[in-house]
């Protein structure tokens, strides 16, 4: 039988210290803390799915859905999100793989025949450079562990921005939808007059013709508007995690105000130096490349094994002792090893510059197609709407002195549909272009704008701009 006590103390220490454990819900409450200081909203979320219906989701469900009410409502339902976060229990597993030591090996061999007694050995090995490399191996698992935390976080914030994007996309769907039963409605009324008009034989067969060519185009783009509110409202419904088709809820009729002022350079500068998320992790994965390169340069020593041995010869002699396992490093030195790790360490360190350099690029592009975005927001509410809406009101006043007929009237009144109609999109490349600054300063990936506005929206928003 070997003894605890038969093992050298320092092996005893080792053994102990491999036992390490680490907390089973490490990880998430700094994820919750990382995601909540960049979202600008409290999120909470589990680590484990919820199987029961979330009361706080019908609360918010009951009112007009705001953008920060949908991300709540789809961090606390959306699968995805819980995919996300199943790479933090992942990552605690590698740490707690990296914290252990292997297992001994315990060996027992016997022979025959023997006399009087039957031979046996037992002998109890341990590899040595797990020992020796356990405190480096630690560290690196606690800093690739940092660094999945770090991903995972970008991951939800990522998840945050996608689900904002539907609804700024629903939204604009909606308002569009609206702006396009105006322009129906006027086309239905002109055509009609038209109808009337050329029984009586007061307008040509061309005239009638392009009225209700008008008429048939508005048509279509009704329809593709409305097919454009249901399908972003799918995605919405999708982004919410909401399984109930038959729930009810429904979002304002406007897109909310800008805010008073926009945030200066210095203010995103300085938050880019401490919201990068990439940049983060970049820095990380040099640390854990240099803390590779001492681990690798042990790769040639293989296995090397210390084993403490009984013995019982057939004359019922016993014998304990020490022994030593190593590769003669003939064939391999580990020299491919070391220079993998070296290359590694390299590779990302250019990694790490070529994110900063990236990232200083992608906020100001970012920033600067913000402020594009709303000097287009507030030309059309200040200056284009109104001078659309007077047009209209002074086009009426001359209808009524019979300077000007019903078509120019509905005329004045399409033009001032497409411009709210424009309006909208502006909107909707303004709150675009901020939640793409939130993803720059944040360091998840950008979206463009033709992500979010589908080919068939494209298509009915140019037919519907035409001039008929």
Same mark, same amino acid.
């Given at each position: ?297 042990? =790769?040639? @020593?293989?296995?090397?094994? #210390?084993?403490?041995? %009984? *013995? +019982?010869?057939?004359? $019922? /002699? ?107 999109? =502006?909107? @909707?490349?303004?709150?675009? #272009?901020?939640?793409? %600054? *939130? +993803?720059?300063?944040? $360091? /998840? ?24």
């Amino acid at each position: 039988m070997i003894r605890l006590s038969h093992l050298p103390v320092g092996l005893v220490i080792l053994v102990l210290g491999g036992c390490a454990s680490v907390t089973r819900d490490a990880g998430v409450p700094e994820i919750t803390q990382s995601v909540n200081e960049r979202a600008n909203q409290t999120l909470e979320f589990q680590q484990l799915a919820r199987m029961t219906d979330d009361p706080r989701v019908q609360e918010m469900l009951e009112g007009e859905l705001d953008a920060d009410e949908a991300v709540a409502v789809a961090v606390i339902n959306n699968p995805r999100l819980q995919v996300i976060l199943a790479e933090v229990g992942i990552a605690r597993a590698d740490l707690i793989e990296a914290s252990t030591i292997s297992n001994p090996i315990l060996e027992f061999e016997t022979r025959g025949p023997g006399e009087p007694f039957k031979p046996y050995e037992i002998t109890l090995a341990q590899s040595l450079v797990g020992l020796v490399q356990l405190p480096r191996r630690r560290a690196l698992g606690r800093d690739v562990f940092e660094v999945a935390k770090l991903r995972v976080s970008r991951e939800v914030l990522s998840f945050s921005a996608d689900v904002r994007s539907d609804y700024y996309a629903l939204l604009a769907a909606s308002q569009n939808l609206a702006q396009s039963e105006t322009i129906s409605d006027a086309a239905i009324a002109s055509t009609e007059l038209a109808i009337r008009q050329h029984t009586a034989g007061n307008i040509t067969d061309l005239d009638l013709e392009n009225e209700q060519a008008v008429y048939e185009e508005s048509k279509l783009n009704l329809a593709e508007a409305q097919e454009q509110v249901v399908l972003r409202r799918e995605a919405l419904i999708r982004a919410m995690g909401l399984r109930d088709d038959g729930m009810v809820w429904s979002i304002p009729s406007e897109f909310p105000q800008p805010p008073a002022e926009e945030m200066s350079e210095e203010e995103i500068s300085a938050l880019a130096l401490t919201r990068r998320l990439d940049i983060d992790i970049a820095r990380r994965e040099v640390a854990i490349a240099e803390r590779s390169v001492p681990i690798s340069r042990l =790769a040639a @020593l293989g296995e090397f094994v #210390a084993d403490v041995h %009984l *013995e +019982r010869e057939p004359d $019922g /002699t016993r014998t304990t002792g020490p022994g030593i396992e190593f590769p003669i490093p003939i064939f391999n030195n580990g020299r491919a090893a070391r220079n993998r790790a070296e290359a590694q360490y390299l590779r990302a360190r250019h990694h790490l510059a070529l994110v900063t350099s990236q990232a200083e690029s992608e906020i100001r592009a970012a920033r600067q197609s913000l402020v594009s975005a709303r000097a287009r927001v507030e030309y059309y509410r200040d200056v284009l709407l109104p001078r659309r809406v007077r047009i209209v009101e002074l086009t009426r006043l001359q209808q009524n002195s019979m300077l000007v007929g019903v078509y120019q009237v509905l005329e004045a009144r399409q033009n001032e549909a497409n411009a709210r109609r424009d309006y909208v999109d =502006a909107q @909707l490349a303004y709150w675009l #272009a901020r939640n793409n %600054l *939130e +993803r720059a300063l944040n $360091g /998840t990936e950008m979206m463009q704008r033709e992500r979010v506005m589908g080919s068939d929206e494209r298509s009915s928003s140019m037919n519907q701009r035409g001039d008929h």
